[in-house]
């Protein structure tokens, strides 16, 4: 059984910057691509970037592309979000998911997901 554990949320003003790390355990990290995904109140689970399981190969929504940056550290057994220049649309409740798959997109590629940790951007 995997578990995943985020941590790192808050509340930002616009503009500025935050990093959520996720940390796993029980199953072996190394050889999972990591997701990360962010659900806004009555909205879908949505994708926001995966990284594969070594480090080489990074996906992202183009929503997120050029101000978020995952990255990885598999010796920590961590994956970590950092997200710049943030907007109040970035609003949402962000989870990491595991172990991904040949396409890291969809929701469905995923069978492990953390509690979930609060991003709050105001204007």
């Known amino acids: 059984q995997v578990q995943l554990v985020e941590s790192g949320g808050g509340l930002v003003q616009a503009g500025g910057s935050l990093r959520l790390s996720c940390s796993a355990s029980?199953?072996?990290?190394?050889?999972?691509?990591m997701g990360w995904f962010r659900q806004a109140p009555g909205k879908e689970r949505e994708f926001v970037a995966a990284?594969?399981?070594?480090?080489?190969?990074?996906y992202y929504a183009n929503s997120v592309k050029g101000r978020f940056t995952i990255s990885r550290d598999n010796a920590k057994n961590t994956v970590y979000l950092q997200m710049n220049s943030l907007k109040p649309e970035d609003t949402a409740a962000y989870c990491c998911?595991?172990?991904?798959?040949?396409?890291?997109?969809?929701?469905?590629?995923?069978?492990?997901w953390g509690q979930g940790n609060q991003v709050t951007v105001s204007s």
């Open positions: 029980g199953g072996t990290f190394s050889s999972y691509t």
């Open positions: 998911g595991a172990p991904g798959g040949r396409n890291p997109c969809p929701v469905k590629v995923y069978t492990y």
């Open positions: 990284i594969s399981y070594s480090g080489a190969h990074t």
